[in-house]
């Protein structure tokens, strides 16, 4: 009896149990470096230079999700400086991984 117990507690702990959420941007402008890069108020990279990834792990725990926000950073590029945010909200829900690419097709707006 004690044995089915245990069985039971242990699968119920196993489904009780929440994967995390992440959200990776990636930078994929040439000789542009991407700083404070934010979805809502939630950093994601400090600084990415070209090719670079940054990750935003969100524990079900931690963050009410689904959850969706612009994602807002400040592109240098030729010694200039310009906070941009996407014209797309990107959605992240729980037990998901979304991955967005900043390139030139990716619309955006001054901020």
């Given at each position: 009896m004690r044995k089915v117990l245990f069985v039971l507690a242990c699968s119920l702990l196993f489904c009780?149990?929440?994967?995390?959420?992440s959200l990776t941007v990636?930078?994929?402008?040439?000789?542009?470096?991407?700083?404070?890069v934010r979805w809502d108020d939630?950093?994601?990279?400090?600084?990415?230079l070209p090719g670079q990834s940054g990750e935003l792990v969100l524990s079900p725990y931690t963050t009410d999700l689904p959850k969706?926000?612009?994602?807002?950073?400040e592109m240098i590029a030729a010694n200039r400086?310009?906070?941009?945010?996407?014209?797309?909200?990107?959605?992240?829900?729980?037990?998901?991984?979304?991955?967005v690419e900043i390139d030139s097709a990716?619309?955006?707006?001054?901020?």
């Open positions: 009780a149990c929440k994967e995390d959420s990636s930078n994929e402008l040439e000789n542009v470096v991407l700083q404070n939630q950093f994601v990279a400090t600084e990415l969706a926000a612009v994602i807002q950073f400086r310009i906070g941009l945010r996407t014209v797309e909200v990107f959605e992240v829900e729980e037990q998901q991984d979304v991955r990716l619309q955006v707006t001054v901020r």
